[in-house]
Each structure stands twice: as structure tokens, then as C-alpha cells.
């Protein structure tokens, strides 16, 4: 016969030594990145703020809208400079009905005292100068007239010339200072009521398409539109007009 009785002892012995293990166990959530160490029989977690996670991506998203922010900037100091005009290798252009801009690329170190603008005749030309040589930064031919003060050898006084130096939105940094020029077209047809949009500022340069010149089709726009106004106008007086005189009856007169 089977004697339990040894193991009802065991089972007390164990109830009496040992008191019962209420412990649980503990679950951290790890809803971001996070490292975790272990040794010295534990575990030592450590979690990454959100500046810390985001930080690259944020520098990043922050240098691309900053880049953005400098191309658009770029772009509209180039559409304002080349309005009604263009650009070439040297220089940018554009004008109005009836001045001429021009933005010459000049190197990122000149000086407003350095610089030389002289206009002889129809040539116009800028120098760098300095305590050893004078260096020839831009010439070029004038194709059409401009208007001036001029000496009696034909040369624009230099103190009525118009520039200045400023910074170009260029990115280049042999681009980065620009001289801007300010020239007066001289009229084509003295007073009368004519505009003479240029296709090209200098002899040699490629030409641009005057018919889409914005400010031209807007002037026209304007003209076609006053022209239509009037042409209404004066029909509508001419129409009221011969209703006026059908009313009139004859009145006879005796001699």
C-alpha cells in the first residue's frame, strides 16, 4: 500500500517556508527609438527625444525650404532685371518705354571708387582701376541712341551717368556684385507720341522679339481697347444725333 503521507508533509513544509511571490512582471512600451543596456543583472533603457529622432529630418526639410526660398528669390531679381529685355553671358537687361536698364556682371571685390563708366560716342566702357593697372571689365556698342550730357569731344560727362553697384541674386560667386546702368533712349521722332522698344541694347548682341514684349502688349491691349471705346462712343452720338435731326419739321419762311 502507497503511503502518502510524505507528501502532504512536503507540501506543508513548502507552504510554511515560502511566502507566496505576488510579483509582476513589468512591460515598458517603446513608442519611440530607444536603446537598451544590459548588464549588472538588469536592464537600463534609455529613450531618444523627439528633438533628438527629429532633428536630422528637421535640418534637412529646413536647408531644402531654405533653398527654395533662395531659388524664388532668385528668380524674381531675374524677372524684375530682365523685364522687357534678356540676359547674355556679360550682362542683363530690360527696359521700359523709355529707359534701358543694364546689370553688368563685375567681379565680387570692386569697389564703387575702383570703377570707371565712360560712354565716348556710342561706345561704352567700364574699368577697374587700381594703384598698378587698370583692368577693362566691359565695352560695348550702344545699337540705338541714348539721351546725355555730352562734352564738346562727344563724350558723356562721367557725373551724369547713371550706376551704381549692387548685390546680384546671381549665385555664382563671380557674379555676385552687379553695376547697374541707367540709360535715357533718345527719341526716335521727336514729339511724337512714339515708343521704340529695343530688341538688343549693344551691336552684336542677339536680338529679342519685340512683339512679346509684355509692356508692349499691354500698351497695345490698352490702345485697342480706348480705340473700341471710342469708336462706340462716337456711334452712339452719331445714332442719337440722326434721330435728333428726323425729328426736326420743316419751318417755312416767307419772302
Known amino acids: 500500500m502507497v503511503d502518502y503521507s510524505k507528501w502532504d508533509r512536503m507540501a506543508a513544509d513548502l507552504s510554511d517556508s515560502d511566502e507566496e511571490d505576488t510579483r509582476q512582471p513589468t512591460v515598458t512600451r517603446l513608442d519611440s527609438p530607444t536603446s537598451v543596456s544590459f548588464g549588472g543583472g538588469k536592464a537600463e533603457v534609455v529613450m531618444q527625444s523627439h528633438s533628438e529622432t527629429q532633428g536630422g529630418a528637421t535640418s534637412l526639410a529646413t536647408d531644402k525650404a531654405r533653398n527654395a526660398a533662395l531659388i524664388g528669390t532668385h528668380m524674381s531679381h531675374l524677372v524684375k532685371m530682365t523685364r522687357n529685355g534678356g540676359e547674355s553671358a556679360k550682362f542683363l537687361w530690360g527696359q521700359t518705354a523709355k529707359e534701358c536698364q543694364i546689370y553688368i556682371y563685375i567681379p565680387i571685390g570692386c569697389l564703387s571708387k575702383q570703377i570707371t563708366v565712360r560712354i565716348q560716342g556710342p561706345q561704352l566702357t567700364v574699368q577697374q582701376q587700381s594703384n598698378t593697372k587698370n583692368t577693362l571689365l566691359f565695352e560695348g556698342k550702344f545699337a540705338y541712341g541714348i539721351e546725355c550730357t555730352r562734352d564738346e569731344a562727344g563724350g558723356a ?60 502688349k499691354n500698351a497695345e491691349s490698352i490702345k485697342s481697347a480706348s480705340k473700341k471705346s471710342f469708336n462706340e462712343t462716337w456711334a452712339e452720338a452719331h445714332k442719337m444725333f440722326k434721330e435728333k435731326v428726323k425729328q426736326i419739321r420743316p419751318v417755312a419762311i416767307n419772302c
Open 157 to 216: 560727362i562721367e557725373e551724369d551717368i547713371d550706376w551704381e553697384i549692387i548685390n546680384g541674386p546671381v549665385a555664382a560667386p563671380a557674379k555676385q556684385r552687379i553695376l547697374k546702368m541707367t540709360v535715357l533712349k533718345k527719341e526716335i521722332c521727336a514729339g511724337a507720341r512714339v515708343v521704340h522698344w529695343w530688341p538688343k541694347v549693344f551691336e552684336g548682341q542677339d536680338p529679342i522679339d519685340v512683339r512679346k514684349i509684355p509692356d508692349r
